[in-house]
């Protein structure tokens, strides 16, 4: 009995989404078959690292990872460069946190203004995520999108509760738009739906299905990102083809597994955090990640190399 | 080729008796077909029909034990590509590797690693499984020597060495604990396969391709040897993940019976950067790897791995659980805050993350509802007030704290006040809806 290589093939493709402001673009997606199957389909983009900038310095971080940036954590313009110039980063995700109605609470338009300093600062393609408040985010993305006309970024996170005002925003100023479900494939489905039902081109769309680490939920976002990517690819569901986007690295370190220093039986500190992160962005790779949120260089660039061997 | 599902049928007793747990016989030999029922449940079948059928109704990817006792490790018998799909049943076994040629302080290190490298996580103990012993020296004292030390840790072991010569004295002192013989290739496979079944041990099978090792494996089962490990030679990432893709698709789509074993990966050999190695066992931790080779087990490296293991090989048809219990997080004292929330290991794994978060030290009361999050746990009649009450009780929490005060999630606001008539010594206080406004909430609480 010879063997024969059991090649599947695959009536549906991933979409590509162009992300940053002309001259300096960058596409994502456009598979059309399983992670790093290239022997039966293609990859025609590789994956992308967009590193985190805070918009405040962050009052949680552990020394690990706080260090590579720590002359930088105060200033929004200059971490983004860093990242940028030194740190190989290929996306920059901004994250507004200082706007939190239950932290510092900034003004929207105070906060877009650090967005409009940091995308004229760096070349890269950015995303910006509001802090997670719904209410907040509504109006926050809005100025946000504005601001940022021209540069393509992605907004998010865009939420069952308040994608209406998000996917108008990204609509009027055309950027792409990130839809942020709770790790249910129906539920990211359906916001995908509800937001192209609104005239967002489903080219302007990626998935967020939540962000999970390593020993904390990993599996259950590693499995709903294989089912989307098997329906896209094998049932051709047109409402599940949008890239996905992973955003790991905040919860990567609030793992005590990550950020503990003072545990010898877990062997070295920096070493360990920098592998949890390493292998959670693995593991979303293998699942069909397109775009990972990350924070430590080292593991930032620990991925791109592997980014390189899967794709050969 | 496999028998189909109405071959098998037709040698059934066609009795219809449900005994062997499914309504029909048919649904039975459907069942057999795709290796997801075992022909024993059936208590009519003729012992002749059995003989007949066991190789239809054999599993795709075959059980292969390596070792003896408590220590032994179960690989293969896996039903399904994705975990979604139903779950990955045996965990792949994790070896060090130590070598005749290394100096006697790096064994002794290495060695040493098993025992240290062990972690326990959520109610699990979580460690590596086997001792990879390799001979470069091609001294047959030598390996003899460390194969015996290797022994006094009483894992099970991979023998390693392309020599018959070589394997068989290993095998003189070793062969009783069942280690597992690497490898026969297409230079020594028939001296090998006479080895394992004069000592009755499992055998790799070593090619550079899938086209090679299908035939090299066809030739050993000739040879009368049934429990095989598979190497398809590929040393990267991007290879394995192609060949192990094929072995299990072909196992299980096209029930090609040469590929129907676990496989063995050997990420020691593929990169000398140890972040690129514990990554290359990651992978192949995901996809498919039975047996995975790693040069050492620190424990900044030997941590994520585990967790890795027992997140993929978690059934996700059973939501994870933590114990029943009160969790104290930061060191909370007598005034500190408490917290009732599930015992679904991811909504602990949330609360007990943001209470932390928070910096204010508090009690978390997990209640045991069999692993659900807390709205499908009330939708459930399992976290209402009625247990909530005996819960809150038994749990012991009185000891802890002098005040009576405690904080429900806010998605079941709608207990609380039940909840105060089942515990009328205690304040109900509603949290917030959702985990992420836990440390906004405690500090308010507590300003």
């Not at chain 1, 600062?121 to 907040?136: D, F, R, T």
């Not at chain 2, 059934?12 to 997801?36: D, I, R, S, W, Y």
């Not at chain 2, 010569?165 to 028939?190: D, H, Q, R, W």
């Not at chain 2, 050997?266 to 066992?281: L, R």
Request: net charge negative; hydrophobic share 40%.
């Amino acid at each position: 009995m010879a063997f024969q290589a059991p090649v599947d093939t695959y009536q549906g493709k991933i979409r590509e989404v162009v992300v940053g402001k002309e001259g300096n673009q960058v596409a994502v997606g456009g598979e059309t078959t399983l992670p790093f199957h290239f022997f039966e389909g293609e990859m025609p983009k590789k994956p992308i690292i967009a590193m985190e900038v805070y918009d405040v310095a962050p009052d949680n971080w552990s020394s690990v990872v706080l260090e590579p940036f720590k002359d930088v954590l105060n200033d929004p313009v200059a971490w983004a460069k860093k990242c940028q110039d030194e740190y190989g980063a290929e996306m920059i995700s901004l994250r507004l946190i200082s706007t939190d109605p239950n932290g510092e609470n900034r003004d929207s338009a105070k906060a877009a203004e650090t967005v409009k300093a940091v995308i004229e600062a760096v070349s890269i393609p950015i995303c910006i995520y509001g802090s997670g408040n719904i209410e907040k985010d509504g109006e926050l993305l809005k100025k946000v999108a504005e601001v940022a006309e021209g540069h393509k970024v992605i907004l998010g996170p865009s939420q069952e509760d308040n994608y209406k005002q998000i996917t108008a925003a990204a609509i009027g100023y055309k950027h792409n738009v990130s839809g942020l479900s709770p790790i249910d494939v129906n539920m990211a489905k359906q916001l995908n739906i509800l937001m192209t039902q609104l005239g967002l081109d489903a080219d302007h769309l990626v998935m967020d299905p939540s962000g999970a680490a390593l020993g904390y939920g990993l599996e259950y976002v590693y499995s709903i990102m294989e089912r989307l990517r098997l329906a896209a690819l094998q049932q051709n569901d047109e409402m599940t083809q949008m890239p996905m986007f992973c955003d790991f690295g905040r919860e990567v370190w609030k793992a005590k597994e990550a950020k503990t220093e003072d545990e010898p039986s877990w062997g070295d500190p920096e070493k360990r955090g920098i592998l949890w992160e390493f292998m959670t962005a693995a593991s979303m790779l293998i699942a069909g990640g397109d775009i990972l949120v990350m924070r430590h260089p080292e593991a930032v660039k620990l991925t791109k190399k592997l980014i390189d061997e899967l794709m050969g | 080729m496999a028998l189909t599902g109405l071959d098998i049928y037709k040698k059934l007793p066609q009795k219809n008796c449900g005994e062997c747990g499914v309504p029909t016989c048919l649904a039975f030999a459907m069942k057999l077909a795709m290796g997801k029922a075992q022909l024993d449940a059936c208590p009519y079948v003729s012992e002749e029909t059995k003989a007949e059928l066991s190789e239809a109704s054999a599993p795709p990817i075959r059980l292969v034990t390596i070792g003896v006792g408590d220590k032994a490790l179960k690989i293969g018998e896996e039903a399904v590509l994705f975990r979604h799909e139903k779950t990955f049943y045996h965990q792949p076994g994790f070896a060090v590797l130590v070598d005749d040629g290394m100096s006697e302080s790096e064994i002794g290190e290495k060695l040493a690693q098993l025992k240290s490298s062990q972690f326990e996580r959520v109610g699990q103990f979580l460690r590596a499984d086997l001792v990879a012993v390799k001979s470069s020296s091609n001294d047959s004292a030598k390996f003899v020597e460390l194969v015996k030390k290797a022994m006094g840790t009483e894992f099970p072991l991979v023998l390693i060495t392309d020599n018959s010569e070589m394997m068989k004295a290993a095998l003189s002192v070793c062969a009783k604990t069942k280690p597992l013989i690497y490898a026969a290739n297409e230079g020594n496979f028939e001296q090998m396969a006479a080895l394992a079944k004069e000592e009755n041990c499992p055998l790799a099978v070593a090619a550079k391709d899938l086209n090679i090792l299908s035939e090299l494996v066809e030739k050993v089962t000739a040879q009368g040897i049934k429990d095989i490990v598979l190497d398809p030679g590929s040393r990267n990432i991007k290879d394995s993940l192609r060949d192990a893709t094929f072995i299990r698709r072909a196992a299980l789509k096209k029930k090609f019976k040469p590929l129907g074993y676990p496989i063995i990966t050997f990420p020691c050999e593929m990169y000398d950067d140890p972040y690129m190695e514990a990554v290359a066992a990651g992978v192949g931790i995901m996809k498919y790897a039975g047996i995975i080779v790693l040069s050492d087990l620190e424990a900044w490296k030997a941590l994520p791995l585990y967790v890795l293991r027992q997140n993929i090989y978690t059934d996700p048809q059973k939501p994870m659980q933590v114990e029943e219990g009160i969790y104290p997080i930061g060191e909370p004292d007598e005034d500190s805050p408490v917290l009732l929330t599930t015992n679904f290991s991811l909504t602990y794994f949330t609360v007990s993350g943001e209470v932390e978060a928070s910096k204010i030290p508090s009690w978390i009361c997990i209640m045991d509802v069999e692993g659900l999050s807390v709205l499908t746990a009330w939708g459930a009649g399992k976290f209402v007030p009625e247990s909530i009450g005996p819960f809150m009780k038994r749990c012991g929490i009185t000891d802890k704290v002098k005040h009576r005060k405690l904080i429900i999630p806010g998605c079941v606001a709608q207990i609380s006040g039940e909840l105060e008539e089942e515990l009328p010594d205690w304040k109900i206080e509603v949290g917030p809806r959702e985990a992420g406004d836990i440390p906004a909430y405690l500090k308010s609480r507590s300003a």
